[in-house]
T-cell receptor, first 110, second 114 residues
Framework: NAGVTQTPKFQVLKTGQSMTLQCAQD?????MSWYRQDPGMGLRLIHY???????DQGEVPNGYNVSRSTTEDFPLRLLSAAPSQTSVYFC?????????FGPGTRLTVL | GENVEQHPSTLSVQEGDSAVIKCTYS??????FPWYKQELGKRPQLIID?????GEKKDQRIAVTLNKTAKHFSLHITETQPEDSAVYFC?????????????FGTGTRLTIIP
């Protein structure tokens, strides 16, 4: 049981490049979400999904897309990276009491 | 939407003393309040949570209190130890059934001084 996994661990992009952050969970959780963590700003919700085929925007969705074709996978796409998207990104899945976080992806946009 | 404020942003206490972190929330429909601990370079992990039908919950050295009328809840750590040094986040949600968003506070960096 691997829990929530994320790839890559680290990534450096140039402004304007696109990329996909991968997230997978093997706990059969319906609810998955993406957060970004910036110093002094806590964990801010980017997008979330309550099940396969269903996604919705969180607090800071601009510049990001998501899809949920399976229960297990919830990738986050950066369409055209900007320096303001430099952050640590956490994927999470949740069922009832506890939200489980992935190990995070540290993204730097130059 | 929900807004969660957390204070203080940093807190230093002597080893063995108690630490208290406070959060307020805005959505009166929120009824689930978890606390997460994040050690340096690691992912956040749930340490304790409370639902709106109880006013206090304890787990060894950690306790959480909830005042629904005032819309605030607090984390209490007693007999602090060096391994308690971390960033702590409070959060609020309308449901503990996993289908509602969690809104997080901005975090408190707790440092335990040996």
């Amino acid at each position: 049981n691997a829990g929530v996994t994320q790839t890559p661990k680290f990534q450096v992009l140039k402004t304007g490049q696109s990329m996909t952050l991968q997230c997978a969970q093997d706990m059969n959780h319906e609810y998955m979400s993406w957060y970004r963590q910036d110093p002094g700003m806590g964990l801010r919700l980017i997008h979330y999904s309550v099940g396969a085929g269903i996604t919705d925007q969180g607090e800071v969705p601009n510049g990001y897309n998501v899809s949920r074709s399976t229960t297990e996978d919830f990738p986050l796409r950066l369409l055209s990276a900007a320096p303001s998207q430099t952050s640590v990104y956490f994927c999470a899945s949740r069922e009832e009491n506890e939200q489980f976080f992935g190990p995070g992806t540290r993204l730097t946009v130059l | 939407g929900e807004n969660v404020e957390q204070h203080p942003s940093t807190l230093s206490v002597q080893e063995g003393d108690s630490a208290v972190i406070k959060c307020t929330y805005s959505d009166s429909a929120s009824n689930y309040f978890p606390w997460y601990k994040q050690e340096l370079g690691k992912r956040p992990q749930l340490i304790i949570d409370i639902r709106s039908n109880v006013g206090e919950k304890k787990d060894q050295r950690i306790a959480v209190t909830l005042n629904k009328t005032a819309k605030h809840f607090s984390l209490h750590i007693t007999e602090t130890q060096p391994e308690d040094s971390a960033v702590y986040f409070c959060a609020a949600s309308r449901s503990n059934f996993g289908n509602e968003k969690l809104t997080f506070g901005t975090g408190t960096r707790l440092t335990i001084i040996p």
